[in-house]
């Protein structure tokens, strides 16, 4: 028996695998203290600090960035304005246009149909000057060759002016009086 309790006492020293043996406890719990300690001290303060930088670095990122788009925003309607107005002076300025392009066609047209009618006016004149003149020359053609012919019938010489002159008149009164009663 003394061996058995030998043994339980032997056993009882002996440690347990899933207890901790208490010199390694409280070495464990003194270097996790001192751990813990310099962390605090050391650690912390450092990513605090470089939180705080990147918050404050963020933050001002942040309002930059507003400032930049509220400044985009500005020069946005700016333009929007600037392009509205230059459309609607375009427009005037197309309108504007159309209208003096009216007015000057019109005023082509005026000018050509003036300058027709002076064509016109001038060639009826030129004309009429024309036939008068063939009609002057052809009567004293007509009246030289009746003449010339009445004499040949008559068999005597009409070669006086105012005997000639009336019967040219004669004849051509006569061909004028068959030429409209051949007419009507």
Same mark, same amino acid.
């Given at each position: 028996m003394?061996k058995v309790i030998? !043994?339980?006492a032997?056993?009882?020293?002996?440690l347990?695998?899933l207890?901790?043996h208490p010199i390694?406890?409280?070495?464990?719990?003194?270097?996790f203290g001192?751990?813990l +300690?310099?962390?605090?001290?050391?650690?912390?303060?450092a +990513?605090?600090?470089?939180?705080?930088?990147?918050?404050?670095?963020i933050?001002?990122?942040?309002?930059?960035?507003?400032?930049?788009?509220?400044?985009a925003?500005?020069?946005?309607a700016? !333009?929007?304005?600037?392009l509205?107005?230059?459309r609607?002076?375009?427009?005037?300025?197309?309108?504007?246009?159309?209208?003096?392009?009216?007015a000057?066609v019109?005023?082509?047209?005026?000018?050509?149909?003036?300058?027709?009618n002076?064509?016109v006016?001038h060639?009826?004149?030129q004309i009429?000057?024309e036939?008068?003149?063939?009609?002057?020359?052809?009567?004293?053609?007509?009246g030289?060759?009746?003449?010339?012919?009445?004499?040949r019938i008559v068999?005597?010489?009409?070669?006086?002016e105012?005997?000639?002159?009336?019967?040219v008149?004669r004849?051509l009164a006569?061909?004028?009086?068959?030429?409209?009663?051949?007419?009507?």
């Open positions: 003394h030998l !043994l339980a032997e056993e009882e020293h002996e347990n695998p207890l901790p390694e406890l409280v070495l464990s719990l003194v270097v001192i751990l +300690f310099a962390v605090k001290k050391f650690v912390v303060p +990513f605090e600090k470089t939180f705080a930088e990147r918050t404050s670095a933050e001002g990122g942040l309002k930059a960035a507003e400032t930049k788009q509220a400044e925003d500005a020069k946005l700016e !333009l929007e304005k600037q509205a107005d230059a609607h002076e375009a427009a005037r300025i197309r309108e504007e246009a159309r209208e003096q392009g009216a000057i019109a005023e082509m047209r005026e000018q050509a149909q003036a300058e027709s002076r064509i006016e060639g009826k004149t009429e000057a036939r008068q003149q063939a009609v002057t020359s052809l009567r004293a053609e007509v030289t060759l009746a003449t010339g012919l009445a004499g068999g005597e010489s009409l070669d006086d105012a005997r000639q002159s009336r019967v008149e004849f006569e061909l004028e009086a068959d030429q409209t009663s051949g007419v009507n």
